[in-house]
């Protein structure tokens, strides 16, 4: 196991989330302003090529913030929150 990815190591803690899957390492996709609307999220973690396509997973319920199924594109999703899109978790942060 590589440095860093044993997910009991105090050194690098993941929290959990109900509703979240824990055994899926949150990829970090970092942010300028405090949130940032859900739909603009998933393009920018690369998830989806465009708002159609954003607002079709979102609408058939393939998305979770902080554990709650999503189904409003225009949802702010602020700093620290976790998001699931059909086990691909991403975790906003600043930067």
């Not at 058939?60 to 929150?81: A, M, T």
């Amino acid at each position: 196991m590589t440095p860093g990815t044993d997910r009991t190591d105090p050194a690098h803690p993941v929290e959990a989330v109900d509703g979240i899957d824990s055994a899926a390492e949150p990829r970090q996709v970092m942010i300028r302003d405090q949130a940032i609307k859900l739909g603009q999220l998933l393009k920018l973690a690369g998830l989806v090529e465009d708002g159609v396509m954003a607002r079709t997973l979102i609408e058939e319920g393939h998305v979770r913030v902080d554990g709650e199924v999503e189904q409003r594109r225009g949802r702010q999703v602020d700093l620290g929150s976790f998001v699931d899109v059909d086990g691909t978790v991403i975790r906003v942060t600043s930067g």
